[in-house]
């Protein structure tokens, strides 16, 4: 089956600079890779997703590279803030089957 | 638009006790899927429904543990007898039919077993 590894596990960074959480997965086959933010007390919530047929995807501060051939996928996010100090997950999945999620990276943003 | 709505937020048992979780999808979402997080981990699938329809439960301890969708809209997972491990957060969340995948997730249900 799919496994996905992610790191860093925590990522601090101050207000403003860029956060960078990466992400590898085992199954070739997988085309569809989402990311989700959870805050404490919520469950996790879709901020961006990614298909195969594209290499990258943006939306405002946040955006996702994907390399298909090197098995890894990226989330960058530009000019931190601290609401968006939160824990964050990749996953993987073949399109219409089940995600497999990575272990998660505590994001902490300091003003 | 209303989201995925789960109920008790959260419950405390005794263990070897029963205790049901509750799931109410997004209107229109046919595919539902109760989820197991533990602390400081990703969620892992226990269950996967495409309508009425167990799609994928390999995951699902089926000693303990059982789920059902009926009328292909709500959906509740028990545990029967609990167990101090089985303390985590269960998460539901549901999707359009299978080719669209984004998945909106519910706020969970916090179980502490003692």
């Known amino acids: 089956g799919e496994n996905v590894e992610q790191h860093p596990s925590t990522l601090s960074v101050q207000e403003g600079d860029s956060a960078v959480i990466k992400c590898t997965y085992s199954d070739s086959a997988s085309n569809y890779f989402p990311w989700y933010k959870q805050e404490l007390g919520k469950g996790p919530q879709l901020i961006i997703d990614i298909r195969s047929n594209v290499g990258e995807k943006k939306d405002q501060r946040i955006a996702v590279t994907l390399n298909k051939t090197a098995k890894h996928f990226s989330l960058h996010i530009t000019e931190t803030q601290p609401e968006d100090s939160a824990v964050y997950f990749c996953a993987a999945s073949i399109l219409g089957s089940t995600l497999t999620f990575g272990k998660g990276t505590m994001l902490l943003v300091s003003p | 638009e209303a989201g995925v709505v789960q109920s008790p937020r959260y419950k405390i048992i005794e263990k070897k006790q029963p205790v049901a979780f509750w799931c109410n999808p997004i209107s229109g979402h046919n595919t539902l899927y109760w989820y197991l997080q533990n602390l400081g981990q990703g969620p892992e699938l226990l269950i996967r429904?495409?309508?009425?329809?167990?799609?994928?439960d390999s995951q699902l301890p089926k000693d303990r543990f059982s789920a059902e969708r009926l009328k292909g809209v709500d959906s509740t997972l028990k545990i029967q007898p609990a167990e101090l491990g089985d303390s985590a957060v269960y998460l539901c969340a549901s999707s359009l039919p299978s080719g669209v995948d984004t998945q909106y997730f519910g706020p969970g249900t916090r179980l502490t077993v003692l």
């Open positions: 429904y495409e309508n009425e329809e167990a799609v994928d």
